[in-house]
């Protein structure tokens, strides 16, 4: 009899551990709940605008002026600067078919392009005091006519005829490859620099005196 007592504790023992070990542990269908019940993770939406396709950019004449301030190479103002934005080809034909010839063009993109001029300097014979201005240009298939307008801060190239303040007629020429972004830059030349400007298979200089 006490043998008989002592097997039924010994597995009624047994039983009541492995239950308690089966409670510690996850049942198939733990894993499941567990993953449901995780948040799904959701996209955080940038409130800021996105980076433009045409990214706006600054020349400067002497160029890297800005370095050579912060270096204390120089303390002088600089002689130019232009501020403007710069499409990409993307394949296409630009000059004469994207931008057709006659037309006038901002010579950017989005906000209207502006050079600015620090001291007073000679263009094709014409003196120009300093000031800011809108810059555009009307191709044609041999030429630009690059103009320079006071109609500051605007948009687009709404600009207003009266307010031209100057005209250039200058020569283009064939790059021996494609430009991707319209690019604005200064050459230096003797006495003066050049601002050359260049897209797709087309470059323009206008000559800077100073």
């Known amino acids: 009899m006490k043998k008989n007592i002592q097997f039924l504790f010994s597995a009624f023992l047994v039983f009541a551990l492995g239950a308690c070990s089966n409670n510690g542990k996850d049942q198939p269908g733990d894993a499941v709940k567990k ?9 955080i939406v940038n409130p800021n605008p996105l980076v433009d396709q045409s990214p706006m950019d600054m020349s400067y004449y002497p160029t890297e002026y800005p370095k050579l301030k912060m270096s204390g190479e120089t303390n002088a103002l600089p002689y ?4 403007y934005s710069r499409p990409q080809k993307k394949g296409r034909v630009i000059f004469g078919g994207l931008q057709k010839y006659g037309e006038p063009w901002r010579l950017g993109a989005n906000e209207a392009s502006e050079i600015e001029f620090f001291r007073e300097v ?6 120009i005091p300093p000031g800011r201005y809108v810059i555009y240009c009307i191709p044609e298939e041999n030429q630009w ?3 320079l307008n006071t109609n500051l801060f605007s948009w687009g190239l709404h600009f207003d005829p009266a307010k031209d303040a100057y005209h250039f007629t200058i020569p283009v020429e ?3 490859s494609p430009v991707e ?3 604005m830059i200064f050459q230096k030349k003797e006495q003066g620099a050049n601002l050359v400007m260049a897209w797709d298979n087309i470059m323009a200089r206008l000559p800077i005196a100073f």
Do not use: A, E, L
């Open 80 to 83: 130019i600067r232009v501020i």
């Open 181 to 183: 972004f319209f690019t």
């Open 35 to 43: 993953q449901d019940s995780i948040p799904s993770r959701t996209m």
């Open 174 to 176: 064939k790059t021996k």
């Open 122 to 127: 000679s263009i094709q014979g014409k003196k």
């Open 145 to 147: 006519t690059i103009v």
